[in-house]
């Protein structure tokens, strides 16, 4: 074996590069076993169970976009549901490729205001729930031509009380959707 | 060699293959005449038919409506219906539960069947108080008008009029010796893309910052062709101009014309209104890609 390579094996696989390398001195650094540098959030990762990541097409050719999140949004179910409907049809008679239309989990906001304990319990603001309803719609390969069209049917066509976002699909939109969990010590 | 053929280019064609095959040097001019006709095809040499046509960048700002329409009779009777099959078949909300329990329980307190729980002081909220609350709340809230000031006025250059359309800009400028309505454009300078002439084309016309717009694709949605006057393509040195639009939305803010740039006047118009301020042609190209809010 070389010394290079023994010396890389030594220093637990980090290549300390000094000008004048002997035998001896790489023992002599290299005393207690060093590991990499991310071992703490190595052995965290591995407490949760990993997710593959999602294989994303990349777009047909230079004229089209990647894939899009279409995602609308808002505090009545109804309204948001046939939104989705609605972009989902669109996309289908515009000839757009829908790559997959899916559900977030709802989300809940507790609103709370914060009042002095003297006053009545008639007079009180009292606490409320706001559940936030998600659909997305994503969309592959939209030519640029026909985006600034979509975009205007789309909110020209938006009901009041939803909102709607469009961004670039990434793998961290993908890893939100799944419910986190953990792997207990015994199995690790 | 100089044989008779349809098309001047294969002859042109036969002839260079047959230059090659002579031993170096190409000396074929001597062998043929060209006919002026036949030139013309493929050397330019003609004035009028090769001038170039002086590129444009035109910006389409749009103000997205405010509000939604109002409802025709029939949409308006639609909808009644399908909220009252939306209220029949929908299931009791934890708030209505809430309002059968607490009439039950007062019920029965009432017939002396529940025993006063410890605590009970009969200040307790029942749901029905909290919807009589709410109920009061509501009617103190005053919705904004539909029709604003600015709608009753008339007032054109304003961005609070017509709140349930769309509208767009319109300024007035000289071309040539005519002042027209046309929307905001100008030439496309070397070395730019066209979008990038269209945002400086509105940065030019506004005044900084007053203006937030956002521009949608790098794709123009539509051209209109302009040809010149035969003594202005002369004296410019081009056949015409093509005039590449771009769309915009407007974020926020509001127009500011500068003082120094040749614009006279700005006007925000919905679609409708747009054929009687621009001239025929130019109005069916924009009227192409500005579309409506309602079919």
Redesign the interface.
Known sequence: MSRRALSTLYSGGRRVLHSSMSWRKIGQFQSARCYADNFDEEVEELRVQQIADQEIPPPADDTVHEVLNIKAFGYDC?LVEHFAQYTHNLSKNMSLSVFDSYALPAKATLVHAIQGTGL???DRI?DYTLTTYQRVIQIQDLP??R???L???L??NL??GVSFTITLHTQEHYKERFIRKEIPDSLL | MAAHYRFPYLRILALTQSAYKMKGSLCFKNNLVFPKHQICRFCSSSDTETRPWQLMSGVCVER??VI?QTHNSIEEEFKEMCNMV?FESSVLSDHEIQVRKDRDRMKKRKEGELEEEAGDDG???TAL??ED?ALEKLKQFQAAPRETSADQENDTKSINRKLAD?LVLLVKEKIGDKTLWILPQGYRDTGESMREAAERVLNACTIENRMKVKF????P?GVYKYKYPEDIQHKIGAQGAKIFFF?A?LMQGDFMQRPDVGISEYKWVTREELDSHLIKGYSDTIKSFI?P?SL
């Open positions: 109804t009545k319990e008639k009292k640029s031509k985006a600034s069209l975009l205007d049917l909110q020209l009901p009041e | 997205y409506p939604s939306e200040e307790v909220m108080d909290l609350i769309k949608v694709g790098n794709a949605v769309k939305k579309l809010v």
